[in-house]
C-alpha cells in the first residue's frame, strides 16, 4: 500500500526566506507526482506536476524535484513571501488513483 | 463561477440523521472523486466515477454511497451519520482521455460537516 510522508508536518519562517518541503513515498511505482497548495476555507490549487520520467518541474519561485528510485520529492520556494502562507500537499498518482501525505503547515512572517 | 461547485459549503447535524453532499461541474470532465480531509491525514478518497455508468470504491467507502445523476453532478451520501465522519470533505473533477494515465484533478472548495 502506498504511503506518503511530508516534513516538517508546520513551517514558520520569516519572510525572505528560501525553503524546502520534503515528501516521501514508499511505492516507487508512481506515475507522477504533484505538489498543491491548499488555502483556508478553499479547495486544493495545482502548483506543479513532474511525471515519473521528470526530474524536476519549475514555475516561478517554485522548483519541485523527484527522486523516484529513493521515493523522494522537494518542493523549493525561493525568497518566501506572507502570500505564500498555506498549507502544502504531496500526492503520488499510483494504482490509478491519488494518494496524498498530510501537508506542511507553512507560515511566512512579514 | 467556480468550475466544480459542492453544496452545502457547511452542515452541522445529528448523529443518525440522512445527509446528502452534492457536486456539479461545467468542466465538461467525464471523472469525478469524492475524499474526506481530516487533520493529520491528508485527503482520502471514498469513491470514484469514470462516467455516468462507472462507480468505485475507493479507500474508505464504508459508511457512504454516491450516486452519479448526469456527466456533470456526483453526489455522496451518509445514509446514517456519526461523530467519527465529522470531516472536510472535498469533490473533484478529471478529464476522461487517455486511459490511465494521469489527468490533473480539479478540486472543489470543500464541504465542511459536523456530526453532533
Known amino acids: 500500500k502506498q504511503e506518503v510522508t511530508q516534513i516538517p508536518a508546520a513551517l514558520s519562517v520569516p519572510e525572505g526566506e528560501n525553503l524546502v518541503l520534503n515528501c516521501s513515498f514508499t511505492d516507487s511505482a508512481i506515475y507522477n507526482l504533484q505538489w498543491f497548495r491548499q488555502d483556508p476555507g478553499k479547495g486544493l490549487t495545482s502548483l506543479l506536476l513532474?511525471?515519473?520520467?521528470?526530474r524536476e518541474q519549475t514555475s516561478g519561485r517554485l522548483n519541485a524535484s523527484l527522486d523516484k528510485s529513493s521515493g523522494r520529492s522537494t518542493l523549493y520556494i525561493a525568497a518566501s513571501q506572507p502570500g505564500d502562507s498555506a498549507t502544502y500537499l504531496c500526492?503520488?498518482?499510483?494504482?490509478?488513483?491519488?494518494?496524498f501525505g498530510a501537508g506542511t503547515i507553512l507560515r511566512v512572517k512579514s | 463561477d467556480a468550475d466544480v461547485t459542492q453544496t452545502p459549503r457547511n452542515r452541522i447535524t445529528k448523529t443518525g440523521k440522512r445527509i446528502m453532499l452534492e457536486c456539479s461541474q461545467t468542466k465538461g470532465h467525464d471523472r469525478m472523486y469524492w475524499y474526506r480531509q481530516d487533520p493529520g491525514l491528508g485527503l482520502r478518497l471514498i469513491y470514484y466515477s469514470f462516467d455516468v455508468k462507472d462507480i468505485n470504491k475507493g479507500e474508505i467507502s464504508d459508511g457512504y454511497s454516491v450516486s452519479r445523476q448526469a456527466q456533470a453532478k456526483f453526489s455522496l451520501s451518509l445514509e446514517s451519520a456519526i461523530p467519527n465522519q465529522t470531516a472536510l470533505y472535498f469533490c473533484?473533477?478529471?478529464?476522461?482521455?487517455?486511459?490511465?494515465?494521469?489527468?490533473?484533478?480539479?478540486f472543489g472548495d470543500g464541504t465542511r460537516l459536523s456530526i453532533l
Open positions: 473533484a473533477t478529471s478529464e476522461g482521455r487517455g486511459g490511465h494515465l494521469y489527468q490533473p484533478q480539479h
Open positions: 513532474i511525471q515519473s520520467s521528470q
Open positions: 500526492a503520488v498518482f499510483s494504482g490509478n488513483k491519488l494518494v
